[in-house]
């Protein structure tokens, strides 16, 4: 079923997540063997993740690469027990795309829009629906990610290329 007055776009992968029990192990392959750059860190204890924030790609196309373990692996969320555990996707009107999403019946999860590792305003998809609200990421964690206007401009003019 396609709806056809969305909102808002979704212009592209703004990042994927790895988690792992150990973040060095998952260097070896992004870092030392595929030579993306490490641009960040970020700990949070609340979020149970200390992770390096890599890049491929430069300027409003650079796709972050998350490498991520837990702080405690006894603690939720458990970020190294799904490896690939979620897929950011650049949104060009977050607060829209969440209003429109929710009254269609997507779940969030909890947390609201707020700041993220790299600055950006995020929110999630839940990976499951519930009775309330039935469609989630049918087991895969969903982050929409404010673009900024750089990258909004950037996917505009590369779309009316295509047009």
Same mark, same amino acid.
């Given at each position: ?37 490490? /641009?960040? /860190? ?29 702080m ?16 950011g ?12 999403? /929710? ?42 990610v ?18």
């Amino acid at each position: 079923m396609s709806v056809i007055n969305r909102p808002f776009k979704v212009l592209g992968i703004q990042q994927i997540a790895i988690g792992g029990p150990d973040k060095v192990k998952l260097q070896k392959l992004w870092v030392d063997m595929f030579g993306l750059e490490v /641009t960040g /860190t970020y700990k949070s204890d609340r979020e149970n993740v200390d992770e390096d924030i890599c890049a491929m790609g430069v300027g409003p196309f650079k796709v972050e690469v998350d490498l991520m373990q837990p702080m405690d692996p006894e603690k939720k969320p458990a970020v190294h027990t799904t490896p690939l555990n979620h897929v950011g996707l650049w949104i060009d009107n977050l607060p829209v795309a969440v209003e429109w999403l /929710t009254s269609q019946g997507v779940r969030f999860a909890p947390g609201g829009i707020r700041k993220g590792a790299a600055g950006f305003d995020i929110c999630f998809i839940h990976p499951k629906g519930n009775e309330e609200l039935p469609i989630g990421g049918e087991g895969v964690l969903i982050e929409l990610v404010q673009a900024p206007d750089e990258v909004v401009k950037a996917f505009g003019a590369l779309a009316a290329q295509y047009a």
